[in-house]
């Protein structure tokens, strides 16, 4: 069976695997096309070509890179202005290029807080994708980006307070704060299943970020059998009006998201 068309929008290159590689893994092995558009970091840059060894781990096409510098490493993309601070009409302008380009059912990026560690490049991309995928759809809007796309769904990749304190400490540094949303709001849990070995590799071909000790380090150091529990459920929320957030059950869906 084929599942819905994906793209993933991620600030940086190792966001992929580690925010949802197992849902981009399985939409992918199912058929569907699937990509990833990366915020930051450039084209011609040790991390760009990483982030190409990833994606072909996952099936997820070709880097889409819209060029800005990460907030924390200005010679990421020498010359740009940093994603954080880049004119926000210009960020959703690039982004809805992507989107009208790929045409995905489903789009996947952080949540409002920016995931567990709230990195406000995170913080960041959430915003401009959901701004985005609505200026996607309409078609008087950036009419130079091509013909207008209406996106199915979106879900944010978050981790819910029950996993953040089973699992934070092993993610997130000492001392820093970590970011969870009530168990409760998790709309849609994804077992990596038979998806979780793709996913490490896709993590582990980040690896620069390995050898400076970065997450992907992290979890280089763990024992097999930790690393596949950190690494083996993801966890998102459907984006809606905040009003339509609290209270629901999750929904555990097995083979990926769904329009």
Do not use: N
């Not at 990509?35 to 990833?54: H, I, S």
């Not at 996607?136 to 209406?150: I, T, V």
Request: aromatic share 6%; charged share 20%; glycine share 8%.
């Amino acid at each position: 069976m084929t599942l819905p068309s994906l793209l993933g929008v991620f600030a940086h290159p190792d966001d992929e695997p580690l925010s949802a590689g197992g849902v981009l893994a399985r939409h992918a092995a199912s058929g569907a096309r699937t990509a990833v558009v990366t915020a930051t970091w450039a084209e011609d840059t040790r991390r760009a070509a990483e982030l190409a060894d990833a994606l072909s781990v996952l099936g997820a096409g070709a880097p889409r890179l819209l060029g800005y510098a990460d907030a924390r490493f200005p010679g990421s993309a020498p010359g740009a202005v940093r994603f954080c601070d880049a004119p926000l009409d210009e960020a959703v302008r690039r982004l809805v290029a992507h989107v009208r380009e790929v045409r995905p059912e489903i789009v996947v990026t952080h949540d409002a807080y920016g995931g567990l560690t709230g990195h406000p490049d995170h913080v960041h991309t959430h915003r401009v994708t959901v701004l985005a995928v609505q200026a996607a759809g309409l078609d008087q809007l950036c009419p130079e980006a091509g013909p207008a796309w209406r996106v199915g769904a979106v879900y944010l990749a978050t981790h819910p307070d029950s996993a953040a304190r089973e699992l934070g400490p092993l993610l997130v540094r000492e001392g820093r704060p970590m970011f969870s949303v009530p168990d409760a709001w998790v709309t849609a849990v994804v077992e990596a299943g038979p998806w979780l070995d793709r996913k490490i590799e896709a993590v582990f071909a980040h690896r620069s970020e390995v050898e400076r000790g970065a997450l992907p380090g992290r979890l280089a150091g763990l024992s097999p059998e930790e690393r596949r529990r950190l690494m083996a459920t993801e966890w998102f929320v459907r984006h809606e009006s905040a009003a339509a957030y609290p209270p629901r059950t999750a929904r555990r869906v097995l083979t990926g998201l769904t329009v």
